[in-house]
């Protein structure tokens, strides 16, 4: 298994206060990613990183900010949380090799309140 | 752009029964395509990939075939267990540009 830790694995927090979610990873990959899944929604990207500090909007950014400070880190965070943003939270890696799939891991379930 | 469609859930099956799940896809240069499955809590988990124009990406009796004429990759296994449970979702990825683009998935139960 590709090493890849999201953290925390699940939280509930309020309406209106900052959270920060972690991906942290082993592996070197250059790419990762942070998607949200929501029923009848598949996975949607929220934003992407290509390298430290190289960071892309995707589409569903709004609301969301990341940073990537180093290779191994892809933070994502809520400025202010909002009830839409209760959701699963996926990171995933890929070293883009042409036919390279993404890794990802297991996922935080964010429920605010 | 780029974009996947694939086939509405959820779909229930007896064991031993034949399963296909439909994928389409739209894509601006030559995609790689993927199949990966979600078991209950869990991430997304590679089921098999292919790379090019009639690969067949096979794996734990799954096969998909990489159909350019069509747009196509398809999900096929001959004889679901209960175990084959879960939510497959269909995905691309293009040889430039730096993302996947995934379906919504759909839902497989297989029952006794």
């Known amino acids: 298994d590709a090493g890849i830790t999201q953290s925390p694995r699940h939280k509930v927090t309020e309406t209106g206060t900052p959270v920060t979610l972690r991906c942290h990873q082993t592996e070197n990959h250059r790419y990762m990613y942070w998607y949200r899944q929501d029923p009848g929604h598949g996975l949607r990207l929220i934003h992407y990183s290509y390298g430290v500090k190289d960071t892309d909007k995707g589409e569903v950014s709004d609301g969301y900010s990341v940073s990537r400070s180093k290779t191994e880190d892809f933070l994502l965070t809520l400025e202010s949380a909002t009830s839409s943003q209760t959701s699963v939270y996926f990171c995933?890696?890929?070293?883009?090799?042409?036919?390279?799939?993404?890794?990802f891991g297991q996922g935080t379930r964010l429920t605010v309140v | 752009g780029n974009s996947v469609t694939q086939m509405e859930g959820p779909v229930t099956l007896s064991e031993e029964a034949f399963l296909t799940i439909n994928c389409t896809y739209t894509a601006t240069g030559y995609p790689s395509l993927f199949w990966y499955v979600q078991y209950p809590g869990e991430g997304l988990q590679l089921l098999l990939k292919?790379?090019?124009?009639?690969d067949k990406g096979s794996n734990k009796g799954f096969e998909a075939t990489y159909r350019k004429e069509t747009t196509s990759f398809h999900l096929e296994k001959g004889s679901v267990q209960v175990s084959d449970s879960a939510v497959y979702f269909c995905?691309?990825?293009?040889?430039?540009?730096?993302?996947?683009?995934f379906g919504t998935g759909t839902s497989l139960t297989v029952i006794p």
């Open positions: 995933a890696i890929t070293d883009r090799t042409t036919g390279t799939e993404a890794f």
């Open positions: 995905a691309l990825s293009e040889d430039t540009g730096n993302q996947f683009y």
């Open positions: 292919a790379t090019k124009a009639d």
